[in-house]
């Protein structure tokens, strides 16, 4: 788990398909095999490390869902019982990519799009976001000069894409919504007194 707070910016040593090695600093602090770092929000696990980098097995899943992993990738270490919530619940599993058209403006596809909403959180490259206006298969993000001087966000350029990542509250409504699985029925309601 994740709030999308990005620790510092790594930069990509290796990466051969399978094998991802990111030079980095501040997330190999009390770090250990097995530990869960997010890149560019996606979660991977720490198989190796040394002074200053950490190497992880990057699954043919998230070689299928991400972007890949580009020269600078946002890093951010799994959160403790202690620590502060400062962005929101992420998870570290990507939904997808969306093309970024300039102006912190984002163009996803319609299955992501759906889980979009105005006021909003969304997670773009591991970073946790607030959506300031959602248009057709597209939205805007507001992004303060701290959080873009912080991450690798910095470095987009028109027609790049990024990882998303929807706020997983809306994915589970849609689920306990869905004709399959709602029990809310009229004599459901009638015996619970609401009707």
């Given at each position: 788990m994740?709030?999308?707070?990005?620790?510092?910016?790594?930069?990509?040593?290796s990466f051969d398909g399978q094998k991802l090695v990111v030079k980095c600093s501040k997330v190999l602090q009390d770090v250990k095999i097995g530990d869960s770092i997010a890149v560019n929000g996606c979660c991977q696990t720490?198989?190796?490390?040394?002074?200053?980098?950490?190497?992880?097995?990057?699954?043919?899943?998230?070689?299928?869902?991400?972007?890949g992993f580009t020269s600078f990738v946002n890093l951010e270490r799994a959160l403790t019982?202690?620590?502060?919530?400062?962005?929101?619940?992420?998870?570290?599993h990507i939904d997808g990519t969306a093309k970024y058209l300039g102006n912190s403006t984002f163009q996803l596809s319609d299955e992501l799009a759906k889980y979009v909403v105005y006021k909003g959180s969304i997670t773009v490259d591991g970073v946790s976001l607030?959506?300031?206006?959602?248009?057709?298969?597209c939205f805007?993000?507001?992004?303060?000069?701290?959080?873009?001087?912080?991450?690798?966000?910095?470095?987009?350029?028109?027609?790049?894409?990024?990882?998303?990542?929807?706020?997983?509250?809306?994915?589970?409504v849609e689920k306990f919504l869905s004709p399959k699985n709602n029990s809310i029925t009229e004599e459901f309601l009638a015996e619970n007194g609401f009707v």
């Open positions: 994740f709030t999308g707070i990005i620790e510092e910016i790594g930069q990509v040593k720490v198989v190796s490390f040394d002074k200053n980098s950490f190497t992880t097995n990057v699954s043919s899943e998230t070689l299928k869902i991400t972007k019982p202690t620590s502060r919530m400062g962005g929101h619940i992420v998870q570290g607030t959506v300031a206006s959602v248009g057709e298969n805007t993000v507001a992004i303060i000069p701290h959080t873009l001087e912080n991450t690798a966000l910095k470095y987009l350029k028109t027609g790049d894409f990024v990882n998303i990542e929807t706020d997983i509250l809306g994915r589970y």
